[in-house]
T-cell receptor, first 114, second 107 residues
Framework: GAGVSQSPSNKVTEKGKDVELRCDPI?????LYWYRQSLGQGLEFLIY????????KSGLPSDRFSAERTGGSVSTLTIQRTQQEDSAVYLC????????????FGPGTRLTVT | GESVGLHLPTLSVQEGDNSIINCAYS??????FIWYKQESGKGPQFIID?????DKRQGQRVTVLLNKTVKHLSLQIAATQPGDSAVYFC??????FGKGTRLHILP
């Protein structure tokens, strides 16, 4: 079956511009996660959606970052007024339920801020 | 949870030897642990998991050991192959990920 998909695969933007990154989770998965991974580093948790509950935004690094999940499916991560330090791979994962279940990752979006 | 480190530690292993990758976790109440493998340019992929009521779990060529006393998790890979080259992450009660270890296979 189809896995988690993300678009675009690569995004180059100028400093100060806004960007939107999209994640299509596996159908039926109620949990969705966003992570950031800088070059050669580990995964930094950003935000977690579980069903209709309020999202866990505890990992968002600043108020320039926000995310939405529409209809319990597709999610969009928005970064406003991008900075060079925002350059990273942004990974999305989904799971059938909440914490305590395996996550399935998408291929990521590589964001480069020039 | 653990913070992201600046540099990933690297483990170099001779092809055919066994590899042991270690991970320390932070929350003694964590119930579920997963090991992921991330190859270059790809998202992490599930390898094996273990729940807190177990000490050991075996898969195909991989074994995960959990020591709750010292909050330590390890991944053992038997007869390491070139295709095992990747970065390995442990995760506790996702979404918390460890820092990751790069496994480098020597010919």
């Amino acid at each position: 079956g189809a896995g988690v998909s993300q678009s675009p695969s690569n995004k180059v933007t100028e400093k100060g511009k806004d960007v939107e990154l999209r994640c299509d989770p596996i159908s039926g998965h109620t949990a969705l996660y966003w992570y950031r991974q800088s070059l050669g580093q580990g995964l930094e948790f950003l935000i977690y959606f579980q069903g209709n509950s309020a999202p866990d935004k505890s990992g968002l690094p600043s108020d320039r970052f926000s995310a939405e999940r529409t209809g319990g499916s597709v999610s969009t991560l928005t970064i406003q007024r991008t900075q060079q330090e925002d350059s990273a791979v942004y990974l999305c994962a989904s799971s059938p339920g909440g914490a305590g279940l395996e996550q399935y990752f998408g291929p990521g979006t590589r964001l480069t801020v020039t | 949870g653990e913070s992201v480190g600046l540099h990933l530690p690297t483990l170099s292993v001779q092809e055919g030897d066994n590899s042991i990758i270690n991970c320390a976790y932070s929350n003694s109440a964590s119930d579920y642990f997963i090991w992921y493998k991330q190859e270059s340019g790809k998202g992490p992929q599930f390898i094996i998991d273990i729940r807190s009521n177990m000490d050991k779990r075996q898969g195909q060529r991989v074994t995960v050991l959990l020591n709750k006393t010292v909050k330590h998790l390890s991944l053992q890979i038997a007869a390491t192959q070139p295709g095992d080259s990747a970065v390995y992450f442990c995760a506790e009660d996702p979404p918390i990920f460890g820092k990751g270890t790069r496994l480098h296979i020597l010919p």
